[in-house]
C-alpha cells in the first residue's frame, strides 16, 4: 500500500508552499493532530526525537530543513555571496540534512502511517545540481541521505508547475527575499525542464509513487491552488 507521505515540489514560486498549507489546514479540518515540524526546528533549534513526533497525527516539513545542516545550507550555501560552494558540496550537504531528517522524523511516520506534507526533497537535488555543475545522477542517487529517501519514496509527488517568467515576477514581489543563488531567470528555465521531464516522473513511479502535476499559472489564484491541491491529495486518497 502506498504511504500518506506527500512530497510538494517545483520551481522557487511555484506555490509549493500554498499546496503544503493546503494539505496542512485539510488535516486541521478533519481534527488531526499536527506537527509543523518547520516551526518546531526554528524555535527549538533541533528534531524532535522519534517518540514525540509519533504523537502526531500529521506531519508538515521541508527541505532543506530549519536546524542544523539544513539551517546552514540555507544561511550561508545557497545565499548569493561571493562564497561560492560546489554542486557537490550542495549535493552532500542536502544528503546529510535529508537523512537526519529521514532517521529523526520520516521513516517512522511513514511505518506508523501517519500524514506527511512535505515541501521539496530528493526531487530537488535531482534537479537542481546537475545544473548548477555538471553531476551525473547515478553520483546524486548514490549519496547515502538519497539513497534513503528513495526507499521512502512519497506515495504521491505533487510538481507544481508554472511558467519561469511567471515566477520571476513571483519573487520580486515578495517581501521576505531568500537572496538565493538560483533565483535568476535562466535557471529556472533549466530546471523547469528537468522538473516536467519523463526521466524524472519515472524514476518516482519506478519506486511506487503516484506522479501529479498541478499547474498553477495565471490566472489561477492561490486559493484555486489550494482546492485543487486537496481535490488531487483526496482522489489519491480514494484510490489506495
Not at 23 to 41: F, P
Not at 57 to 83: H, N, Q
Not at 97 to 122: S, T
Request: glycine share 6%.
Amino acid at each position: 500500500m502506498k504511504s500518506n507521505f506527500v512530497m510538494v515540489d517545483g520551481l522557487d514560486g511555484s506555490g509549493k508552499g500554498t499546496i503544503v498549507d493546503a494539505l496542512q489546514k485539510w488535516a486541521e479540518l478533519k481534527g488531526m493532530k499536527v506537527l509543523d515540524l518547520r516551526s518546531y526546528c526554528r524555535e527549538n533549534g533541533t528534531f524532535p526525537e522519534p517518540e514525540e513526533a509519533l504523537q502526531y497525527d500529521a506531519i508538515v516539513s521541508a527541505e532543506p530543513t530549519f536546524c542544523f545542516v539544513g539551517k546552514a545550507i540555507r544561511e550561508e550555501l545557497i545565499r548569493a555571496t561571493d562564497r561560492k560552494y560546489s554542486a557537490m558540496t550542495l549535493a552532500q550537504a542536502f544528503s546529510l540534512d535529508r537523512e537526519i531528517l529521514y532517521k529523526r522524523v520520516i521513516i517512522p511516520a511513514i511505518k506508523a502511517g501517519k500524514y506527511v506534507f512535505q515541501e521539496r526533497g530528493i526531487s530537488s537535488s535531482l534537479v537542481y545540481q546537475p545544473v548548477q555543475e555538471r553531476i551525473q545522477l547515478s553520483e546524486l542517487l548514490r549519496l547515502a541521505g538519497n539513497k534513503t529517501a528513495m526507499q521512502f519514496a512519497p506515495g504521491l509527488f505533487i510538481v507544481a508547475t508554472v511558467k519561469p517568467e511567471t515566477v520571476i515576477k513571483r519573487l520580486g514581489t515578495r517581501q521576505k527575499k531568500d537572496y538565493s543563488i538560483f533565483d535568476n531567470l535562466e535557471f529556472q528555465r533549466n530546471i523547469d525542464s528537468r522538473f516536467r521531464s519523463d526521466w524524472l516522473r519515472q524514476l518516482f513511479e519506478q519506486h511506487g509513487s503516484k506522479v501529479i502535476y498541478l499547474d498553477t499559472e495565471e490566472p489561477k489564484t492561490p486559493d484555486d491552488t489550494q482546492k485543487e491541491a486537496v481535490k488531487l491529495f483526496e482522489g489519491f486518497l480514494d484510490q489506495k
